[in-house]
């Protein structure tokens, strides 16, 4: 646990150049507290106990202004920068080393109990108010912009933009790709 917590703190301290000591971030970072109120909230979730669960997700919002399912699945040095405003739907999975900015959405697009909500690959960068849409995809290491409504998969190592988001092509200053978005 207290590696974890560790990992945590120096992830936030590597990606936040405001960040001066790792005791300012253990204190103060609402990001960081919103993930480690939700690896707890998951655990009883986990266990069986969904309304106390869903109680503890809601004090963590409260709180931090972060709203994580506890049904969420959220991997390693996930660093939620500021936080205000992130929502993290229940089928959401979020792998390691992805950083997420203020008031990104990971939404549902269906009403019925399936996978519903986006999966974030490995070392993903979310802009701010990025809204993801869907049991969409987007692959290891690629990056959304601020602003950017996505609807549809987004492979590996790429760049999306825009409302609606497109590839764009970073070779040519940020032009956009003649490559669409794939549906799933």
Do not use: C
Not at 114 to 136: D, M
Not at 164 to 171: G, I
Request: cysteine-free; glycine content about 12%.
């Amino acid at each position: 646990m207290f590696t974890r917590i560790r990992e945590d703190v120096r992830t936030a301290l590597d990606h936040d150049p405001a960040a001066k000591s790792a005791l300012e971030v253990a204190l103060l970072y609402p990001g960081l507290h919103a993930v480690w109120g939700h690896r707890v909230a998951s655990r009883v979730h986990a266990a069986g106990f969904g309304f106390l669960a869903r109680f503890l997700s809601q004090l963590v919002r409260l709180l931090t202004g972060v709203e994580i399912h506890p049904g969420a699945t959220i991997g390693r040095r996930v660093f939620i920068d500021h936080g205000a405003g992130v929502v993290i739907g229940e089928t959401a999975e979020i792998g390691d080393d992805v950083v997420m900015y203020h008031g990104v959405t990971l939404g549902g697009a269906d009403s019925e109990p399936v996978k519903r909500h986006p999966t974030i690959e490995s070392g993903v960068t979310l802009g701010a108010n990025a809204t993801l849409i869907g049991a969409i995809t987007v692959g290891e290491a690629a990056n959304v912009g601020a602003g950017a409504v996505v609807v549809k998969d987004i492979p590996a190592g790429r760049t999306a933009v825009g409302n609606p988001a497109r590839l764009v092509d970073e070779a040519n200053a940020g032009e956009p790709d003649d490559v669409e978005l794939r549906a799933n």
